[in-house]
T-cell receptor, first 110, second 113 residues
Framework: QKEVEQDPGPLSVPEGAIVSLNCTYS??????FMWYRQYSRKGPELLMY????GNKEDGRFTAQVDKSSKYISLFIRDSQPSDSATYLC??????????FGTGTKLQVIP | DAGVIQSPRHEVTEMGQEVTLRCKPI?????LFWYRQTMMRGLELLIY????????DSGMPEDRFSAKMPNASFSTLKIQPSEPRDSAVYFC???????????FGPGTRLTVL
């Protein structure tokens, strides 16, 4: 079993829709949770970074962490065609080694 | 800053050949990471360095892979001999200073025929 599980999609939504992306994990030692966005043929870039359980909001993006269920989510409100990308969840313990999900490919259709 | 720089951006080689991938981290960053990305396995950490010293190479698939960091501004990932199953996108990332956010380079797309 992989430490981090993420539905690969693809997920296709109309412009303006609310998007929900999810990951589950098995290792309770993970303390820091991240979402990266990766455009085609580019490197991943950090989108959201959270530590504690609960919600963190940044513009149209909300990251949610539920440590008791070992479940994290990323919500995108008012989705735009420019949000079309692959979204990678990532997490780590108390040092530098980051474990990534396999990514969910999102397409927002105008 | 120019960000993390990787070269070459694309590499096509034949099975059995030696391949060398290069990375220049962001100036001032003291951590450097090498990742491999494939459709099947996603993004996998191969090895990471702190202050030019390898800290964790448990992700290096086998002895055909080696990585070096001779100074703070340069690292190489070498595959010898290369095999078709090594075909993937290889990313370099760095972090350090006041942030532990990893900044990724554009990647090297390797195809082994």
């Amino acid at each position: 079993q992989k430490e981090v599980e993420q539905d690969p999609g693809p997920l296709s939504v109309p412009e303006g829709a609310i998007v929900s992306l999810n990951c589950t994990y098995s290792n309770s030692a993970f303390q820091y949770f991240m979402w990266y966005r990766q455009y085609s043929r580019k490197g991943p870039e950090l989108l959201m970074y959270t530590y504690s359980s609960g919600n963190k909001e940044d513009g149209r993006f909300t990251a949610q962490v539920d440590k008791s269920s070992k479940y994290i989510s990323l919500f995108i409100r008012d989705s735009q065609p420019s949000d079309s990308a692959t979204y990678l969840c990532a997490m780590k313990k108390d040092y530098q080694k980051v474990t990534f999900g396999t990514g969910t490919k999102l397409q927002v259709i105008p | 800053d120019a960000g993390v720089i990787q070269s070459p951006r694309h590499e096509v080689t034949e099975m059995g050949q030696e391949v060398t991938l290069r990375c220049k981290p962001i100036s001032g960053h003291d951590y450097l990471f090498w990742y491999r990305q494939t459709m099947m396995r996603g993004l996998e950490l191969l090895i990471y360095f702190n202050n030019n010293v390898p800290i964790d190479d448990s992700g290096m698939p086998e002895d055909r892979f080696s990585a070096k960091m001779p100074n703070a501004s340069f690292s190489t990932l070498k595959i010898q001999p290369s095999e078709p199953r090594d075909s993937a996108v290889y990313f370099c990332a760095s972090n350090g200073g006041s942030t532990d956010t990893q900044y990724f380079g554009p990647g090297t797309r390797l195809t082994v025929l």
